[in-house]
């Protein structure tokens, strides 16, 4: 049983530039939200997908954006890249959303913006 | 706004004895979710225990323990027998019950000693 993947494992990009990572929820899971993880702090909720919508945002601007598709999958983009966006970035998934059994994350995409 | 707060960066403990993290967390809701993650070097959130809030019975999962004091907001894991491959990156966890997020606290660093 497949968990959560996420692509690529790590990706360097140049400040203003656009990346887009890439996350398959874990077999059964329909729910998917992301998370950015700066170095030494806990994750910080960026939004959540269900039914290929926006369910829910963090305080995060809108050069963070996302889609999920018919299967489920997810992507992540963030335009015009800054320094301070470099961070590890987790997926995580769920069966529904507002369950209380807690997500099951992936091993996330190390994000390196020089 | 609620918030989880983790005030011991780092723990060591010898193996096979016991070690307990403290996280306590402030929240005007009623009805929400507390987790505690591990975080080893691969980067995957592991969920290690999860309690919910109208539950008075502290939950355990082998051994992995928590005591919950709902009055004074405070959550803290007891890891018995500890093992080497306890070792790890410990995140507490707060989830509202209408919310779709995750606020994890700063995270605490444990070392197990051989």
């Known amino acids: 049983d497949a968990g959560v993947t996420q692509s690529p494992t790590h990706l360097i990009k140049t400040r203003g530039q656009q990346v887009t990572l890439r996350c398959s929820p874990k077999s059964g899971h329909d729910t998917v939200s992301w998370y950015q993880q700066a170095l030494g702090q806990g994750p910080q909720f960026i939004f959540q997908y269900y039914e290929e919508e926006e369910r829910q945002r963090g305080n995060f601007p809108d050069r963070f954006s996302g889609h999920q598709f018919p299967n489920y999958s997810s992507e992540l983009n963030v335009n015009a890249l800054l320094l301070g966006d470099s961070a590890l970035y987790l997926c995580a998934s769920s069966l529904v959303p507002g369950s209380g059994y807690g997500y099951t994350f992936g091993s996330g995409t190390r994000l390196t913006v020089v | 706004a609620q918030t989880v707060t983790q005030s011991q960066p780092e723990m060591s403990v010898q193996e096979a004895e016991t070690v307990t993290l403290s996280c306590t967390y402030d929240t005007s809701e009623s009805d929400y979710y507390l987790f505690w993650y591990k975080q080893p070097p691969s980067r995957q959130m592991i969920l290690v225990i999860r309690?919910?809030?109208?539950?008075?019975q502290n939950a355990t999962e082998n051994r992995f323990s928590v005591n919950f004091q709902k009055a004074a907001k405070s959550f803290s894991l007891k890891i018995s027998d500890s093992q080497l491959g306890d070792a790890a990156m410990y995140f507490c966890a707060y989830k509202g019950g209408g919310s779709e997020k995750l606020v994890f606290g700063k995270g605490m660093k444990l070392t197990v000693n051989p």
């Open positions: 309690q919910e809030a109208y539950k008075q």
